[in-house]
């Protein structure tokens, strides 16, 4: 590959593909390199080094800044012949700034955040007046009130209390970026005043001053730009002043020089192997939109569904949204552990039908069977009438039982919720299959599966669908036999024994139900002993995951 200059002359890499790669020069001794994937970046940045020290740049004058662990390590597995260079992330370079203090830098735990969370919180507050216009200050001092209430032991203050004010909280704090989490350490080193009082700067800065003379300079070469958080970015900049810079972005080149390209609701933290993007979402459903979207890219990427894996808190906390997403940008998944494991979207309806009925009381199962594309309810009606329910301190069907509630579609929720009471009553003695027969019959499911062969591009298969629907039905109807005759000795409620039986059926067959590859949907219990190319971990704004993932959920 031919030399990459910095000169006027010629300002970037002039292979391997011209058409890919952008290049723009940007005010002071700095590029931005821009292309796509597979156009050649990254082998631009390697040759670019090895020039370097063909013409007699120290190792040391280099330093090599890489967006994620990843990217770090085949880096240095790359330029492992020349020891010398420095090949950092922000974040490991940021600590070793702050650990030439002669302190003892490391990240917060879990527990030490909080605490000084809790602190800051309380400093802002006392500044309320200040900000007081914005929203969230009444919500900080509830939840620090009930803090303070409960630790004085205040009758008043109840767990449940604390819990309500501690989730509005959490929901404010990680939506409106108060403060930005995990990136602590690169906030602290510019706190700090480094790169400035560094004395490795420092001693970078006079050895530029002396390479100019010689008509050389250090070299800062930042690779995975697009990838790095807006405090990453910051960081970098504060680099510049030492060193001539070349930065290789996945972005427009533009967007590299002026920082425009990162969405701002993005976080990132870097961890030796892994590379860890936060994206903060306001509701379940735009969480479950955006996971979508990023499956969806890994997989027009290449990435084998099997790769793939979403973690919850647990089986319960896995919300409709997320299935209903997955349905509808043609996602193919499994959720482990629970009913959901049934394939065929007839299959998991009735699935999903028979957890609420064992649960009828459960607004979350009620929400998962009723958003099933085979009902063609609109999904967000149905947010918006389960908000407004919600407000009204009323369930579902108790506000669509008022004729005046102006609930969009009110006519057909009302028509699928019809008899919901009496076959819950029912699926406590069995008739299982005689509940689904009629279920399906009022619900029209069987009629939309026999005409998804009239759209020219269906989303279901009817062969299929029916294959699997008739499968779960025998099971149905086998299940209903085999109760009647250990009712006697048994008087667990039989939806609750056909849940557990065919949760275990479906389980240990699993493989002979999934025509396809699939991404897997899990509990972080689950999850234990399973690997994964790729790893979501959603629903974390509910709250703490279980003692049983060991406090963090990313190990």
């Not at 390697?46 to 330093?63: H, S």
């Not at 700034?97 to 879990?110: A, V």
């Amino acid at each position: 590959m031919a030399d990459i200059r910095l000169d006027a002359q010629q300002t970037g890499p002039p292979q391997p593909d011209p058409q890919q790669i952008e290049i723009l020069k940007f005010p002071g001794t700095s590029l931005a390199v821009s292309g796509a994937a597979g156009s050649g970046k990254t082998a631009a940045l390697i040759a670019r080094v090895e020039k370097l020290l063909a013409n007699g740049v120290a190792p040391d004058a280099i330093l090599v800044l890489a967006a994620a662990g990843s990217i770090r390590g085949n880096l240095r597995n790359a330029l492992s012949g020349n020891p010398g260079i420095r090949i950092e992330t922000p974040a490991g370079l940021a600590l070793k700034m702050m650990t030439s203090l002669g302190r003892n830098w490391r990240l917060l735990e879990r527990f030490e955040e909080f605490l000084f969370l809790r602190r800051v919180m309380r400093g802002l507050v006392s500044g309320a007046p200040l900000w007081g216009g914005q929203t969230g200050v009444g919500t900080v001092q509830a939840v620090l009130g009930a803090l303070d209430d409960l630790r004085r032991g205040d009758a008043v203050a109840s767990p449940q209390t604390y819990l309500a004010r501690l989730d509005s909280f959490l929901n404010d704090y990680y939506n409106r970026r108060a403060l930005a989490p995990y990136t602590g350490i690169v906030r602290a080193a510019l706190a700090a005043g480094f790169p400035k009082q560094d004395p490795q700067i420092q001693a970078r800065a006079e050895l530029q001053g002396q390479a100019q003379a010689q008509g050389q300079a250090c070299e800062l070469l930042v690779d995975g730009w697009e990838s790095m958080s807006p405090l990453e970015k910051q960081f970098v900049a504060s680099l510049r002043p030492f060193y001539r810079t070349m930065i290789f972005s996945g972005g427009s080149a533009e967007g590299a020089a002026t920082g425009r390209a990162l969405h701002l609701t993005e976080d990132h933290r870097r961890l030796p192997q892994y590379s860890e993007r936060f994206l903060l979402f306001r509701t379940a459903a735009e969480e479950a939109a955006g996971t979508a979207a990023q499956i969806a890219a890994l997989l027009r990427s290449g990435t084998a569904p099997e790769e793939i894996m979403v973690l919850y808190r647990d089986y319960a906390s896995i919300g409709f949204e997320l299935e209903t997403a997955f349905t509808s940008a043609g996602i193919p998944y499994r959720v482990l552990g629970g009913q959901p494991l049934v394939q065929g979207a007839a299959a998991r309806l009735l699935a999903q039908y028979f957890e609420s009925l064992k649960n009828p009381g459960d607004e979350d199962h009620l929400m998962r069977w009723l958003s099933s594309p085979l009902l063609g309810l609109d999904r967000l009606t149905l947010v918006r009438a389960v908000r407004a329910a919600r407000e009204k301190g009323l369930t579902l069907p108790e506000l669509l039982a008022d004729p005046t509630c102006g609930v969009p579609g009110q006519q057909a929720i009302c028509a699928l919720l019809d008899g919901f009471d009496k076959d819950a009553v029912a699926a406590q003695n069995s008739r299982l299959y005689e509940i689904a027969n009629a279920f399906l019959n009022r619900s029209g499911v069987v009629a939309h599966l026999m005409a998804a062969n009239a759209d020219p591009q269906p989303l279901f298969s009817k062969d299929e669908e029916m294959h699997r629907l008739a499968q779960y039905l025998q099971l149905l109807k086998d299940f209903d036999g085999a109760y009647h005759q250990e009712k006697e000795s048994d008087t667990t409620p039989a939806v609750d024994v056909f849940l557990d039986a065919s949760a275990a059926f479906w389980g240990e067959n699993a493989a002979a139900y999934v025509a396809t590859p699939a991404v897997r949907i899990l509990g972080v219990h689950q999850a234990k002993g399973q690997e994964a190319e790729a790893v979501f971990v959603c629903g974390m704004i509910m709250g703490n995951f279980p003692r049983g993932a060991e406090h963090d959920p990313l190990k």
